[in-house]
């Protein structure tokens, strides 16, 4: 333990492809878990992925309908499971998302971290069903959801952008695939495909749980053994890995264009990281993402947004599983060639060291600031151990924090100067 980094962690393995992650801590009111299974991203298979959890929620056994899952959950004091899927680098992560008070401030004094693990791995175990496969009216009724929210997507212009270069940039990896999957896959999905499926994904999937709160981990990882004992014994469960390729297919970005009835345009951009993702200087890669895009201090924020002019907005984020940098700016249709030469500039800039010590260090407080801020929510905490985990990561926020205030620019200009243009998207009006 440190200070600003209250907390312990325990690992344990439940039983085989069953990890268990206790982060314990005094801090918060309530504790949360997730269950998480680690899927491989496959075109055909992301719409089921993402519509099994779905449907699992729907009901299970003993509770068979949402009425009775609500019922029992507001006994327990509000205790909330909800679907979540994610996505990391190429691996597709489906399942539950658990949050209940802490046991210190319930006013009887009763238990419900035990009553909440039972209740979920009931629904995630032993699912409501009819004549032997998961309810049709269930997955009917949340295939309608779940093609909405895909149809939904393109309401969000700038998320879209984002989503359409990496569909174009990645179109040969399973990286441009979209966690929701796609409409025409969805159709497909009947009853008996997602039952066969949900056994297979039992079967095969590495499942990593993880627990935030002040319970003593022998009573959580008791619980966990508890529920999960009726989880058949697996031989070949395996975690997915993400295929990183260092550099773009050409020497010429690629282009894309499309045209939408919109007023502002949209300037996406992607990188590859090049040879640094084969041993990732992870606090230089942190640093240099602040530096350039990801904060109200870097060079696109303040010279390509402020200075210039020549954005709405013009930000970075790297995706560190997969090895992408994306920047993300919204434009006048008549500024994107400018506007792109000078988001390519920036980072000429960063290559050839042209980084002041203001700008460096405002960096460093940047991203220190938010790991200690992930530190404060209970999902911010667990993502951060999540990530860890997919990323192999093996130094604790604590010491992420003192590599990022003892890094050096001669780190971050190493990294960057691997860094080439991949593909470039623009959404453009009618």
């Not at 999937?205 to 619980?223: H, L, M, N, P, Q």
């Not at 990323?391 to 992420?400: E, F, G, Q, T, W």
């Given at each position: 333990?440190?200070?600003?980094?209250?907390?312990?962690?325990?690992?344990?393995?439940?039983?085989?492809?069953?990890?268990?992650?206790?982060?314990?801590?005094?801090?918060?009111?309530s504790g949360c878990i997730t269950i998480n299974l680690l899927c491989e991203l496959r075109r055909d298979t992301a719409a089921v992925n993402t519509l099994l959890p779905r449907v699992l929620r729907r009901g299970s056994a003993n509770f068979p309908d949402m009425e009775s899952i609500i019922a029992a959950l507001d006994d327990l004091y509000g205790v909330r499971i909800e679907p979540i899927v994610r996505k990391k680098g190429e691996v597709h992560c489906i399942?539950?998302?658990?949050?209940?008070?802490?046991?210190?401030?319930?006013p009887t004094g009763e238990s419900?971290?035990?009553?909440?693990?039972?209740?979920?791995?009931e629904i995630l175990l032993s699912p409501a069903k009819q004549d032997g496969t998961l309810r049709n009216d269930y997955v009917k009724s949340e295939k309608i959801n779940l093609i909405d929210d895909i149809r939904a997507a393109i309401n969000d212009k700038r998320g879209y952008a984002v989503d359409r270069l990496l569909e174009e940039m990645c179109s040969e990896e399973a990286f441009g695939i979209s966690k929701l999957g796609t409409e025409e896959e969805v159709l497909k999905i009947t009853a008996e495909t997602l039952t066969d499926h949900y056994q297979k994904i039992l079967d095969n999937?590495?499942?990593?749980?993880?627990?935030?709160?002040?319970?003593?981990?022998?009573?959580?990882?008791?619980?966990i053994e508890t529920t999960f004992k009726t989880l058949p014994e697996r031989k070949d469960t395996q975690v997915p890995k993400t295929n990183i390729i260092y550099y773009p297919p050409t020497d010429t970005p690629r282009r894309f264009t499309d045209k939408l009835d919109v007023s502002q345009g949209k300037l996406t951009i992607g990188f590859r990281m090049g040879d640094t993702m084969k041993n990732p200087d992870y606090p230089a890669l942190m640093l240099f993402s602040a530096l350039y895009g990801g904060s109200v201090s870097s060079k696109l924020f303040l010279n390509v947004r402020e200075r210039l002019s020549l954005c709405?907005?013009?930000?970075?984020?790297?995706?560190?599983h997969k090895g992408i940098m994306i920047v993300s700016s919204g434009v006048e249709f008549s500024n994107f060639e400018t506007a792109f030469d000078e988001i390519l500039a920036q980072l000429e800039n960063i290559k050839n060291g042209d980084?002041?010590?203001?700008?460096?260090?405002?960096?460093?407080?940047?991203?220190?600031?938010?790991i200690k801020s992930a530190l404060d929510r209970l999902g911010?905490?667990?993502?951060?151990?999540?990530?860890?985990?997919?990323?192999?990561?093996?130094?604790?926020?604590?010491?992420?924090?003192?590599?990022?205030?003892?890094?050096?620019?001669?780190?971050?200009?190493?990294?960057?100067?691997?860094?080439k243009t991949d593909s470039v998207y623009m959404l453009t009006g009618e």
């Open positions: 333990m440190e200070s600003g980094f209250v907390h312990s962690i325990d690992k344990s393995e439940i039983k085989n492809g069953v990890s268990l992650t206790c982060i314990n801590t005094i801090k918060f009111k399942g539950f998302y658990i949050d209940f008070p802490d046991d210190r401030y319930i419900v971290l035990e009553k909440a693990i039972h209740i979920a791995g999937s590495g499942i990593e749980i993880f627990y935030c709160g002040s319970a003593d981990t022998a009573r959580v990882k008791t619980a709405y907005y013009a930000s970075s984020m790297i995706d560190k980084v002041s010590e203001w700008e460096f260090t405002s960096a460093k407080r940047y991203v220190i600031t938010s911010g905490l667990e993502e951060l151990y999540f990530d860890s985990v997919i990323y192999s990561i093996h130094y604790d926020p604590a010491r992420l924090s003192d590599m990022v205030e003892t890094a050096t620019l001669e780190q971050v200009v190493s990294l960057a100067s691997g860094i």
